[in-house]
């Protein structure tokens, strides 16, 4: 996958620290500094390196900095399987493999951003640039990965002491309803979709049972709060009158375009309540949309070689604006 030089798409969520399930009743909990301090330890070493997808992925950490307000780590993975890249000469049109050696990969980086200080609820704010293979489900395996491998708490219990450890979770940021998604930018369209079971199968085999009805109704436009709550609530009387279909295969789909290009899907919950109701907290759910950070008079390229201070500051100036609503 080829990365832009000039932009960065940057997946926003939440990220806690805690004991594991299995933990001694009343022990002091495991905090972000415990997987920061971690890192910091095995920034420079082989086993701060960890290898999976049968041994063809190598992700680490390194380095990790900071400020008062926000630690920043950068991210790095290798992938093993990916073909040889091909250039092309667009002043000759001729083209060329780069020659990957099969004990290669192509090796991508990431900066990621960690706010020191937790929410009410114990969770720190967390930006991560999006490149191939870094994502909130890599980064949550490589963190609990990190934590597993680190010495054990010890606590009391009866006087005699119990080791635990601790685990991470990684949560998407809600940085708007669906509401304000739908009325700050374009709605595509509304996808209903729903599964028939069938009895006797479809075909004379008898192997098919289920079928599938889908409807969507284009749109293409940007719609007020009034034009928002309109078309959800027709979409989901639409989906509720298909009688013949069974009611836990409902499904309403928007499709969003953002006014900075980004296309995505959200589903939106039928219910079997009361539709006004139905309507009102199906807008009010959370809108997870990706943010974008550009501006960058240095090209961006798919390794850095060092922490790129441009993009945390970057990075930084969205997450302030992220939490200031």
Request: aromatic share 6%; hydrophobic share 35%.
């Amino acid at each position: 996958m080829a990365l832009p030089t000039d932009y960065r798409w940057i997946s926003v969520g939440k990220i806690k620290i805690q004991n594991r399930q299995n933990s001694p009743v009343g022990a002091p909990q495991h905090e972000l500094i415990d997987l920061i301090a971690r890192l910091e330890a095995l920034q420079d070493s082989q086993e701060g390196k960890r290898a999976y997808q049968k041994e063809t992925r190598l992700m680490w950490c390194n380095p990790v900095v900071e400020n008062a307000e926000y630690y920043g780590l950068m991210m790095q993975v290798g992938d093993r399987d990916v073909a040889d890249m091909a250039w092309i000469d667009f002043d000759t049109d001729e083209t060329r493999n780069s020659g990957k050696k099969d004990t290669e990969g192509a090796h991508y980086c990431a900066h990621v951003l960690v706010k020191r200080q937790a929410d009410a609820l114990g969770r720190h704010l967390l930006l991560a640039e999006k490149v191939p293979g870094i994502n909130f489900t890599s980064l949550k395996a490589h963190f609990n990965w990190i934590l597993n491998g680190a010495t054990p708490k010890i606590f009391k219990v009866e006087d005699e002491d119990k080791s635990y450890k601790g685990k991470c979770e990684i949560d998407g940021f809600q940085s708007k309803t669906l509401q304000q998604a739908m009325t700050t930018g374009t709605i595509l369209d509304l996808q209903l979709i729903g599964h028939e079971a069938q009895e006797q199968g479809q075909d004379e085999a008898d192997l098919i049972r289920e079928t599938s009805r889908r409807l969507t109704l284009d749109v293409r436009r940007e719609v007020d709060a009034d034009g928002a709550r309109r078309l959800i609530k027709l979409g989901i009387d639409k989906v509720r009158g298909w009688e013949d279909v069974e009611d836990d295969s409902k499904e309403l789909l928007v499709r969003l375009k953002s006014n900075e290009g980004q296309i995505k899907t959200v589903e939106v919950p039928v219910g079997d309540g009361d539709l006004e109701d139905d309507t009102n907290e199906a807008l009010e759910n959370a809108f997870m949309l990706n943010e974008k950070v550009a501006g960058f008079e240095e090209p961006l390229t798919q390794y850095y070689g060092e922490v790129r201070q441009d993009m945390l500051d970057k990075l930084i100036e969205k997450a302030v604006e992220l939490e200031a609503g």
